[in-house]
């Protein structure tokens, strides 16, 4: 399996993140395209405002949700969770944030930065089915503190470098990310 080089957008993040000993700062967002009016994506989106500080903890919610019960489980105490997937049925992601409600820890969080949840099925007969970021919103939005989604990381190619356990900043309101300690020494 070959793959594509790195766009220009995910080299520039990688190198601000993995090539300096200080902390690489405000992670710019994609540029919409010149010719869109009103773009849908890329869009950050708050779904709860304000702002947070904490280690960046998650990745991918499958793979987060198949450490649970285990030692590796991360700790989310304080910590701004930020996930992602793949080719997901739109109620398997329910499910798995359900099974985080369950397990307690999304009280723990900080704030909640949601990347992009690609090739999203939403599966046959969803006629009453909720959509994405009402589903988010759900289990997100009434945990009183900042959650925002359309982060450009996860299953694309402009992409984000975020490092496990740097202190970041989210600020739901303006739509940024900050990273606030180096994620090399």
């Known amino acids: 399996m070959s793959r594509a080089p790195l766009t220009g957008f995910s080299r520039t993040h990688f190198e601000q993140v993995l090539t300096r000993a200080e902390p690489a700062g405000l992670l710019a967002g994609r540029t919409p395209p ?11 989106v708050a779904l709860a405002g304000g702002a947070a500080e904490g280690p960046l903890v998650g990745g991918n919610l499958t793979l987060l949700l198949a450490l649970a019960g285990t030692p590796y489980f991360p700790d989310l ?7 992602e997937d793949v080719g997901e049925d739109l109620y398997r992601v329910d499910r798995l944030l359900s099974q985080l409600r369950l ?13 992009q949840f690609t090739d999203m099925k ?7 089915a909720l959509a994405f970021d009402e589903v988010l919103f759900s289990y997100l939005a009434r945990l009183k503190i900042p959650v925002a989604y359309g ?8 992409q984000w470098t ?3 356990g740097v202190r970041a900043r989210l600020d739901a309101d303006q739509g940024t990310l900050t990273l606030l300690e180096p994620a090399v020494g």
């Open 162 to 164: 975020l490092p496990l």
């Open 77 to 83: 105490n304080g910590a701004l969770l930020f996930l």
């Open 34 to 44: 010149a010719d869109v009016l009103v773009p849908r994506s890329p869009r950050v």
């Open 103 to 115: 397990m307690g820890v999304l009280k723990q969080l900080a704030g909640v930065v949601v990347g």
């Open 122 to 128: 939403r599966g046959a007969g969803d006629g009453g």
């Open 151 to 158: 982060f450009p990381f996860g299953h694309v190619d402009d």
